[in-house]
């Protein structure tokens, strides 16, 4: 489990895409890599990865066939940098909201526009994506924990702080970027339990969550 609040960007050393049976990742963690060992869990642009490898500060990571068809890391190449954040500790605090790096879908930036040191960014997702947000909810964008600033019929925008854009791959953000994303696990539990107590043909609405005293 994460928080959504990255620890470091970091290098890529190289990607092995391989065949059917998955590929290889190696990641530079530079200080990071004092605290990990073999076996760890990190988040790696948002996708949870077990470490399998530790040379000096280089971390190998295995990519499942299914990490390589539901995130962006098949596209890294050497030398792109992505947002590394460690599993969380009980004893941390919860300073973004509860992440998995189980990656939903990936998502488009539409637009980004920059006004002074903060930053509105725009992201395409698909229909599944947006059912699963809502405003002024968490997402989680290539790992990082944000607040949903608005929906539209199909994306959904960020305001982005100087904080979050000088320390995660966010700043670099440009017109065309594809990135991870994550709805909040909070949200599509209680969608699912909704759906499970509507009857088949009736459809999950505002008005029909008002009905139900939510």
Do not use: W
């Amino acid at each position: 489990m994460f928080t959504g609040l990255i620890e470091a960007v970091c290098e890529v050393k190289s990607l092995s895409p391989g065949t059917a049976s998955g590929g290889t990742l190696v990641v530079d963690l530079g200080g990071l890599a004092q605290e990990c060992r073999t076996g760890d869990s990190i988040a790696v642009s948002g996708v949870c990865l077990t470490v399998t490898h530790l040379a000096a500060t280089a971390a190998t990571f295995g990519l499942s066939p299914e990490t390589l068809e539901r995130s962006t890391l098949g596209l890294l190449r050497p030398a792109s940098k992505v947002n590394i954040e460690r599993a969380m500790r009980p004893t941390d605090r919860l300073g973004g909201h509860i992440v998995q790096g189980h990656v939903d879908g990936i998502g488009t930036i539409k637009a980004v526009k920059r006004l002074g040191e903060f930053a509105d960014i725009e992201f395409a997702v698909k229909g599944p994506l947006l059912e699963q947000m809502v405003l002024k909810g968490s997402v989680a964008v290539d790992g990082m924990s944000l607040t949903i600033a608005g929906i539209g019929p199909d994306g959904f925008r960020v305001a982005a702080i100087p904080e979050t854009l000088n320390r995660t791959t966010l700043g670099n953000a440009y017109t065309g970027g594809r990135v991870n994303v994550e709805t909040d696990i909070l949200v599509k539990i209680v969608r699912r339990q909704l759906e499970a107590i509507l009857p088949p043909q009736q459809a999950l609405t505002v008005e029909r969550l008002r009905q139900m005293g939510y």
